[in-house]
């Protein structure tokens, strides 16, 4: 199953969800319709450690030179609390989510509301609220 779809009750694989955003528009694939699509999309790639996805998916004026994803986390599901506009007609969107994980043996979890943009038809992470 896809990594952000752990914790759901329906749980399309990885092929069906997420991955064609990672390989890409290179490749033929679809880019995300919705800010969700992106949202799940980037905390997919935070588990399969896909750097590039995240630098690709985030907004010039804030991405960071490079990123260092943290070995130590585990990522253990996404659960998506709300959105905010965001849909396919839509150039911003809100997206609160938590994100569980573990580290050194400890449960967490990680809440978040996110802003996102579009531009040209793709998405883009803007920043944190
Ligand atoms: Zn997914």
Same mark, same amino acid.
């Given at each position: 199953?896809?990594?952000?779809? *752990?914790?759901?009750? =329906?749980?399309?694989? $990885? ?11 290179? #490749?033929? #694939? ?5 800010? /969700? /699509?992106?949202?799940?999309?980037? $905390? #997919?790639?935070? *588990? ?13 004026? +804030?991405?960071?030179?490079?990123? =260092?994803?943290?070995?130590? +986390?585990?990522? =253990? ?17 809100? *997206? ?5 994980? #573990? ?13 996102? *943009? ?12």
């Amino acid at each position: 199953m896809c990594p952000c779809r *752990v914790l759901d009750t =329906e749980q399309p694989g $990885y092929s069906r969800c997420c991955q064609p955003f990672h390989l890409g528009r290179a #490749s033929g #694939s679809p880019v995300p319709d919705t800010a /969700e /699509e992106l949202m799940r999309s980037r $905390y #997919s790639a935070f *588990v399969l450690g896909l750097s590039d996805y995240l630098l690709r998916t985030w907004h010039e004026t +804030t991405r960071p030179a490079d990123l =260092e994803l943290d070995q130590q +986390t585990r990522w =253990e599901g996404l659960v998506i609390d709300s959105t905010r506009s965001g849909g396919a007609t839509a150039n911003r969107g809100v *997206v609160e989510f938590t994100a569980h994980y #573990s580290q050194a043996g400890l449960g967490g979890q990680q809440h978040e509301v996110s802003t996102f *943009v579009r531009e040209n038809g793709a998405w883009f992470y803007l920043d944190a609220l």
